[in-house]
């Protein structure tokens, strides 16, 4: 397998490869600033632990707040009667 040199290519296929390589230099150089996915991810993680702690919370008042609905149902009911 032989490779070509510099002489063989026309000068125009240099331009355009050159030309190539910085667009995708410049393409990589601008992906690699973004962190517009970084942040997403950043704000699930923040949405799911709050969801997860509004879950442990609730799982920890349900027992106060059935009894006090059960209070307020027996207070009702011994009013009507």
Request: glycine share 8%.
């Amino acid at each position: 397998m032989t490779g070509f040199t510099c002489s063989q290519i026309p000068p125009q296929g240099i331009l355009i490869m050159r030309e190539l390589l910085t667009r995708i230099y410049i393409v990589t150089l601008n992906n690699l600033s973004h962190e517009d996915g970084q942040d997403l991810v950043e704000y699930a993680l923040v949405v799911a632990l709050i969801a997860f702690g509004a879950v442990a919370g609730m799982g920890a008042l349900s027992t106060e707040i059935n009894k006090a609905f059960n209070d307020i149902s027996s207070d009702l009911a011994k009013s009507l009667t």
